[in-house]
């Protein structure tokens, strides 16, 4: 990793504010869109850009808002990688989140958010906390493979089950969902199950299927040869050089999808998902233990 001091850490897309107090990630997830050539990183994705003044910019960008938000971070690299435990710069963030009555809706794929569970607890309370797990597959061994260096789902949806008993609401991100893969019918269910049990608010899925693009696609090609021999042909055979790849199963588990969640009142728009992130009401109403 390497320090940078940076110029600004809040961006403003349509209205929605976010942040990434690091760049790259070691995760390691083998369908990374973040590593994509149009990022244009000029170091390894692996070698993380610190954002050393993040914290400093963020309160001022805080103290000079007139109107609170939510703030979004997560997006494009995890906040909660390896070195995390060591720089404290997510939590420190966090702090500032909380002490200006900010909102924030988080993204993270790691346990390690558990160690700032109190000041989620505490941002939610004071104004709104969502956090946003990504759910792949419930096989351990897939889970190792596609997304290496981060706990598998069965302890992501233990982290889940925290936050819902705290009150703090979660969205899942139940995508990519990779072709001759994991996209099949049981993999699809048994995560869903596990989403209804546990509460979640909205589930997010954006076609099941994949996107790829330069850079990206060379990284997942390689994965694909190393631990599925035969599959790069298959996927080459199928969808060539183009940048959606729908599973062919996608309109099943589509189906599925959208029954369970609509049968168990969970947001399954990615629109109302991005909406109740992006709200942050004068008077929000934090979920009660009857709710869940
Ligand atoms: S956690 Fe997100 S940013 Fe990090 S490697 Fe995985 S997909 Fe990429």
Redesign the pocket.
């Known amino acids: 990793m390497h320090f940078v001091e940076a110029k600004g850490i809040l961006t403003e897309n349509h209205g929605r504010h976010g942040m990434n107090i690091y760049r790259g ?5 083998i ?5 994509s050539k149009c990022y244009q990183f000029k170091h390894p994705f692996e070698d993380i850009e610190v954002k050393r003044n993040a914290p400093e910019l963020l309160e001022k960008a805080l103290k000079s808002k007139r109107q609170k938000c939510m703030i979004g971070t997560g997006a ?3 906040p909660y ?1 390896h070195c995390e435990e060591e720089l404290r710069l997510t939590r420190k963030c966090l702090e500032i989140i909380r002490q200006y009555g900010f909102g924030l809706a988080i993204q ?2 790691s346990d390690r958010i558990l160690r700032d569970i109190d000041i989620l607890d505490e941002i939610n309370h004071s104004a709104k906390c969502v956090v946003q797990m ?1 759910l792949t597959t419930y096989d351990d061994d897939l889970c190792r493979i596609l ?1 290496p260096n ?1 706990c598998n789902t069965k302890r992501r949806i233990e982290v889940i089950e925290e936050m819902q008993k705290r009150g703090i609401p979660t969205i899942v991100w139940i995508t990519p969902i990779l072709p001759f893969i994991n996209d099949t019918r049981e993999n699809i269910t048994t995560i869903l199950s596990e989403c209804v049990r546990v509460g979640v608010k909205g589930i997010i899925d954006f076609g099941m299927g994949l996107t790829l693009r330069e850079g990206d696609r060379e990284y997942y090609y390689a994965a694909l040869d190393k631990h599925f021999p035969g599959m790069k042909e298959r996927y080459i055979r199928t969808y060539g050089n183009a940048y959606e790849l729908p599973s062919p199963n996608a309109k099943e588990l589509f189906k599925i999808f959208k029954k369970i969640c609509n049968e168990n009142n969970i947001m399954s728009r990615p629109e109302d998902c991005f909406q109740y992130m992006n709200e942050l009401p004068d008077k929000y109403e934090q979920m009660s233990l009857f709710d869940l």
């Open positions: 990630c070691t995760h390691g997830c369908y990374c869109d973040s590593r494009m690299s995890d990688m993270t794929k990504t997304e981060v």
